[in-house]
């Protein structure tokens, strides 16, 4: 059983940086990939990135790739990402996912386990 807390949202003008965390509960955290999600307003939930267990995968979606960077710290049941140049396109809740699944398949029904979303709000 994993139990994932995120933190970090808060509103912030284009072009600035936020830095979101997932902290997580339980001894398994470092068994699984890590993935970050984002829900807008009337819109479906969509993928935003993920890391391996181990950390030396990672994936993005191209709407965020170059801005975006996800890691992880298995030593502190963490889970990071690091958003700059941000744009109002990217406000929504950002949840944090973990599951046995590959990084690369960016889809919400392969993760297991979810937290309660942190939101964020991007101004012009």
């Known amino acids: 059983q994993v139990q994932l807390v995120e933190s970090g949202g808060g509103l912030v003008q284009a072009g600035g940086s936020l830095r979101l965390s997932c902290a997580a509960s339980?001894?398994?955290?470092?068994?699984?990939?890590t993935g970050w999600f984002r829900q807008a307003p009337g819109k479906e939930r969509e993928f935003v990135a993920a890391?391996?267990?181990?950390?030396?995968?990672?994936y993005y979606a191209d709407s965020v790739k170059g801005r975006f960077s996800i890691s992880r710290e298995n030593a502190k049941n963490a889970a990071y990402l690091q958003m700059n140049s941000l744009k109002p396109e990217d406000t929504a809740v950002y949840y944090c996912a973990a599951g046995l699944t590959s990084p690369y398949s960016g889809r919400a029904t392969n993760y297991r386990y979810w937290g309660q979303g942190t939101r964020v709000t991007v101004s012009s």
């Open positions: 890391i391996s267990w181990s950390g030396d995968s990672t």
């Open positions: 339980g001894r398994t955290f470092g068994s699984y990939t």
